[in-house]
């Protein structure tokens, strides 16, 4: 295995992709789902449901990882470590931008914003502290 270069792993940071998000639940045991993510320099930005698993764990614990593989290569993955804080700050701004990135073709206005009249969103923001880029052989 090799590592990849900051370049390779800015790449895939700023592409929609599915990432696997990791919180830790108040037993200790890991609760990991997909998610859609948006990438702004400083953070890793997951727009949650207020409600959700995600939110809840992150409020007892803000440690989080995230794991991104490649869409178009998969043995390229990043992975991205650190503390996350809760923030409705700007969330229908990265719920927009997401909705626009993710999403195909005419229309992703209006379902986004039909996304955001339907659900109570929280921003997980997390702090990049360790970022790893893996190319497998």
Known sequence: MARMTPDEIEAILRTPLIASIATIKPDGSPHVTPVWFLYDDAAVQV???????????????????????????????????????????????????????????????????KVLRDIDFILISVTPVNVLGIIGE
């Open 47 to 113: 727009a949650v449901s207020s409600t959700s698993v995600k939110a809840r764990n992150v409020r007892s614990n803000p440690q989080v990882s995230l794991s991104i593989l490649d869409g178009g290569d998969h043995s390229r993955w990043v992975q991205v470590n650190g503390p996350a804080a809760l923030t409705k700050e700007g969330v229908s701004d990265v719920v927009r931008a997401m909705w626009r990135s993710y999403t195909e073709g005419d229309g992703w206005e209006e379902s986004a914003e």
